[in-house]
């Protein structure tokens, strides 16, 4: 019996590990590669102005799945965006990779 734990054990582990991420599938399959030279396009026709950021997922630096803010700079890869912090009003500027932003609204 205890053997057969054992087996258990270490086959769920074998699992966990195993497992690929969402990042990882999406890498595989290349879903961020074909958006991101449109979206860039995209946010630097709309350099200057307000706007609201939508990720797929909770992003570190910003800690939700929305930025909301003014687009200060646009590159291949990240974007520079102006926000303030509801809490003290403070201008903070903050800055995205492109291939975690899922849509951009106005």
């Known amino acids: 019996m205890e053997v057969m734990v054992y087996v258990i054990f270490a086959l769920l582990i074998y699992l966990i590990v195993a497992?690929?991420?969402?990042?990882?599938l999406r890498r595989l399959v290349g879903a961020e590669g074909?958006?991101?030279p449109n979206l860039?396009?995209?946010l630097r026709s709309r350099l200057g102005q307000g706007c609201t950021l939508v990720?797929?997922?909770v992003v570190a630096g910003v800690g939700s799945t929305r930025l909301v803010?003014?687009?200060i700079d646009v590159d291949?890869?990240?974007a520079c965006v102006e926000c303030v912090d509801e809490k003290t009003g403070a201008v903070q500027l903050k800055a995205v990779r492109l291939g975690l932003i899922r849509s951009l609204e106005e």
Do not use: H, Q, V
């Open 19 to 24: 497992m690929p991420s969402k990042k990882y």
């Open 34 to 36: 074909d958006r991101t």
């Open 40 to 42: 860039a396009a995209l």
């Open 55 to 57: 990720f797929d997922d």
């Open 69 to 71: 803010g003014t687009l």
């Open 76 to 78: 291949d890869e990240w």
